[in-house]
């Protein structure tokens, strides 16, 4: 294109874990890859974050997969692939988000309980 600000996808490989790609959040086409050995350490390197927005989890064993979803706090895994269920409460841990949307638990911040116990009729009500 010849209009506009746009930035082609990238991918910075042999990231750390301590460099500025690696610690903030980045919204545009860019791709960090962090080397890991071993599922303790790329879940200690997925949760060394004070974002939990949204992640995934890539594996051939989806049984293997969820073990690893259940371990990476992010509000939202996808295990090989990422989509939105609208049925479904979406929100981040740590400093992502602004609480949860969607879902029954998205619509709790909006509403204000009130609990009303009805007496019997005043026809019913002895006098004295």
Do not use: C
């Amino acid at each position: 294109m010849t209009r506009g600000w746009f930035v082609q996808p990238t991918v910075f490989a042999d990231v750390d874990n301590n460099q500025t790609i690696a610690r903030e959040e980045i919204f545009g086409p860019v791709l960090s890859i962090i080397p890991y050995n071993g599922d303790d350490d790329a879940v200690a390197i997925a949760n060394d974050s004070e974002y939990g927005l949204a992640g995934t989890v890539w594996t051939s064993d989806p049984h293997h997969g969820a073990a690893m979803a259940k371990r990476v706090q992010t509000g939202s895994i996808g295990i090989n692939h990422f989509r939105l269920d609208a049925a479904a409460p979406f929100g981040g841990f740590k400093a992502s988000g602004l609480g949860l949307e969607l879902g029954p638990e998205g619509l709790a911040s909006h509403l204000q309980l009130q609990s009303i116990f009805k007496g019997p009729p005043p026809e019913q009500v002895a006098t004295p």
